[in-house]
């Protein structure tokens, strides 16, 4: 198992500017999470989809859209880059049944610089 | 709002010692409460997950508290490794599986 992938690693971006951060998790998961990371701010959640077909906001949705494609992908779409939002983005799935199983798995993030 | 306050400065300790790092949270109830483990350059790593009816839970080295009087939980390490040097997030949970994390605390574990 993989686990979850995340693509781009690296991305620099100028000012207006759109692309789409995509993620992939192989472990039939239900509910999959979108977070940035900034120095000194935590990790903060952007969007998340608690199963397949649904998508909800976080904390900090705004400049963001999303989608589940599948059970198995979440993207997250920049439509016009922002140095604000320079940032690390984390994706993270649980399997979430209801029964436990609430531990949160990620990917290695994907780095972006908007200039 | 929710707050949750994990100790910014950094923790440093000698091997072999006992590093206790701590989470304080308010403004909200979470049925669970995890702690993660991340490398810098890397993604966060779950560690141990503790929920409301339970005061203790251990994994091997590792020992988490969680009294919802104080709203605090204990992240214990015993006998420290230097490979234990990492940054520790502190996750109560909110709503919907939804966690909101610490900005965590950075372990060092000296020779």
Redesign the interface.
């Known amino acids: 198992n993989a686990g979850?992938t995340q693509t781009p690693k690296f991305q620099v971006l100028k000012t207006g500017q759109s692309m789409t951060l995509q993620c992939a998790q192989d472990m039939n998961h239900n509910?999959m999470?979108w977070?940035r990371q900034d120095p000194?701010?935590?990790?903060?959640?952007i969007y998340?989809s608690?199963s397949e077909g649904t998508t909800?906001k976080?904390?900090v949705p705004n400049g963001y859209n999303v989608s589940r494609l599948n059970k198995r992908e979440f993207s997250l779409r920049l439509e016009s880059a922002a140095p604000s939002q320079t940032s690390v983005y984390?994706c993270?799935s649980?399997k979430?049944t209801g029964q436990g199983d609430?531990?949160?798995?990620?990917?290695?993030?994907t780095r972006l610089t908007v200039t | 709002s929710q707050k949750i306050e994990q100790n910014s400065e950094a923790l440093n300790i000698q091997e072999g010692k006992t590093a206790t790092l701590t989470c304080n949270y308010t403004n909200y109830s979470p049925a669970y409460l995890q702690w993660y483990r991340q490398d810098p350059g890397r993604g966060p790593v779950f560690l141990l997950l503790i929920r409301e009816n339970e005061k203790e839970k251990r994994k091997e080295r590792l020992k988490v508290t969680f009294d919802t009087t104080l709203k605090q939980s204990l992240f214990h390490i015993t006998a420290s490794q230097p490979a234990d040097s990492a940054t520790y997030l502190c996750a109560p949970a909110g709503g919907g599986n939804k966690l909101t994390f610490g900005t965590g605390t950075q372990l060092k574990v000296e020779l």
Request: charged residues 15%; hydrophobic residues 35%.
């Open positions: 979850v509910s999470y977070y000194g701010m935590g990790l903060r959640l998340y608690a909800d976080g904390e984390f993270a649980i979430g609430y531990e949160q798995y990620f990917g290695p993030g």
